[in-house]
Each structure stands twice: as structure tokens, then as C-alpha cells.
């Protein structure tokens, strides 16, 4: 009989959490939770604090502990990872320590938001604790070969950053972030909905909103879908629904998408030209959760006249590269924080 694993790889993610061992995904959920005000327990963790977010009174309060992809919240990131550990039902894990514990952390952090993870995993007793830098991670769980001298272009487009890096030679030869991604899409929705159509809703509405019809490639007027969207009338205060189309909505997704254009122009501009040689041919790898907003492949394509490659499992693959990492920490070494 195998002994039970003592390894676990985290995707601490702004808006995601996924805990992995060197097998199989253990947990994913959403990087939230709700604490009781008046005697700072938690209520709720995970998918269950989700569901109760914008919807709580005063004495429970709602957190997400990161923002723009790092820890904003030390104590409130603590409390997420132990509460989400305690869930794997994975007893080996609290009672006898961790040998190896390594997580994500987007690549442009600083040296303070890198020691606030620490601090995080360091509540833990573990023989190894390791960060690897995301986008890196991602390129692996993507099944790219990280270690070749050929130029690769990683795109991770998550919840609070956007992460754009070439990948060479077991390392970052360029690289532009820009703290846009999903999360600043659904406050741009949340917004447009205030100001145009005198509807207020949260930002939860907003999300759907966009995983349901959002798209940044402008559609064709008469094959533009729907959708109807309930929320509250600013003038009258009652609940009321208004329908939004696609063609309005990729108008709305236009500000925040041209920032992560530019990020990724940026990026090519500073790239060495050889390595530029190489993604010429090898193009765009698109990953993170918003990589499969409708029209992006086509929009990427017509901009940068290069292949692009949408991850078709985004979410995963941040985690996914993790635990690759954590099979084999001597081979990936060079890579490891
Ligand atoms: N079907 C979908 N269509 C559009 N967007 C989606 C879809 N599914 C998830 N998303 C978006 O993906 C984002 C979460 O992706 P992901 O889990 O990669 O982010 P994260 O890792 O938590 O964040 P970060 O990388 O910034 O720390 C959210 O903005 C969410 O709205
Ligand atoms: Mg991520």
C-alpha cells in the first residue's frame, strides 16, 4: 500500500482556488469567504460563500482575499487555504505536515506580495515550500515544452491580472502584466448597466453576463444572441430585467480588452528578435479563465496576424502545471522560488 501524499500544489488564483496533488485535482473553488462579524469565525468558505456573496446583512461579512491577482488580505488568505485544505479530507496533510507545499504567484509580483504568500503557506509545517511563477506553470499545464530554446507566448488572461511572458530556456525573456482582467470586464458590465439602462446590479449578474454572451470580436448584427438581465431600477427601486445583445456587450468589453491588447503588443515589442523568429511561428497560447470569451481567437488573429492557440481547458492550467512540478521537483528545479 501506497503511504498517503504528503505534496500538495496550490493555484491560489484571484477568483479561483484549485489544490492539486501530483494525481489528480483535489478541490477548485472560488477564492472567497464570508466571516461572522461579531466573532471572526467563518461562515462559509469556497463555492457555499460564492452563492452568499452580495446577498449577506451586516454582522457577515463577504471577502475575497485577493485582488489583481495577489494577496490583499494576509489573515483572510490564510484562513481561505487552511479552511480549503481542511475540506480535501486529506487528514495526512494538517496532522503530519507537508513535505513538498508549492504554489502559484503571478510572475510581475513584488518582493512584499511574494512574502505575503509565504507567510500564507508558512502556517503550515512543510520540509519544501515553493512558489513557481503562473504564467510558467500555465505553459507546462498547457503541455508546452518550457525547457527548448524556442520562443513561446503565453497569455494568461485571469480573474484580477493579465499575465504576458515569453517563455525560453526554463525562463521569462519578456515580459508585460496589467492588473485587467475578468474582474475589471464585470465591473466595466456592472457599470454600463448603472449608467445606460438605469439598471443596478451585482457583480455576480455581471459574470453571467459575460460567460453567457460576452464576446470581443463585434458579431454580426442578426446572429447576435441575448440575454435578459434582472436587477433593480435606480429610479423607481423595484426589481425589474432588461435584455442586452451581444453587439452592445462587445462594445462595453472594448475598454478593458484593448488594455490587454496593448499589454500584449508590449511584449512583442520588447521580445528579442530570435525569439520573435519563433513565435511568429508558434503564435499565441491563450489560457486563464477568460480565454474562451467568444470572438477573442478570431480578434488576436486579426490584430497580431500570428496562429493563436486558446487553452481549451483555461482553468486548469495554472494547477495543472503545479502539480507537474510537484511530481518532479528536481527536474523542474530551475524553476522553482
Ligand atoms: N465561460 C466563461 N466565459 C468567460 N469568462 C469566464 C468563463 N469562465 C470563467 N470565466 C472568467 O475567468 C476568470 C477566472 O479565471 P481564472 O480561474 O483563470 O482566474 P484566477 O486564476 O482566479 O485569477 P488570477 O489568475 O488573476 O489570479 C473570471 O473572471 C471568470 O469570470
Ligand atoms: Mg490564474
Redesign the pocket.
Known sequence: MFAPSRNLAI????????LTDQHKILLSEP?VLVVNEHNHKVEAVGEKAYEMFEKTHENLKPVKP?K???ISDGDSAKKLVRELINRTGKPSFLSRGFNYLIS?V?FDTTPVEQRALRDTLEQFSAHHIHLVY?PMAAALGMGLNIKEPEGKLVV????????VVVISLSGVAAFQSVRV???A??EEIQDYFRRVHNLAIGLKTA?QV???I?CVFEPVASQAETYCVKGKDLLEGIPVSRWINQVELSRVLERPFQQIEECIHQSLQICPPELAGDIYKSGIYV????????GLSERLRKIFKLPVHIDPQ??L??SRGVSAVLSEPVRYKAILR
Not at 11 to 18: A, P, Q
Not at 156 to 163: K, L
Open positions: 493555484d491560489l488564483g484571484n477568483n479561483n482556488t484549485l477564492s485577493l489583481g491577482g495577489v502559484g503571478p503562473e494568461d488572461i485571469g480573474g484580477g491580472i493579465t499575465e482582467a475578468g474582474d470586464m464585470d459574470e459575460k460567460k453567457k460576452g489560457t486563464g479563465g477568460n480565454a474562451v470569451l467568444k483555461p482553468l492550467s495554472v
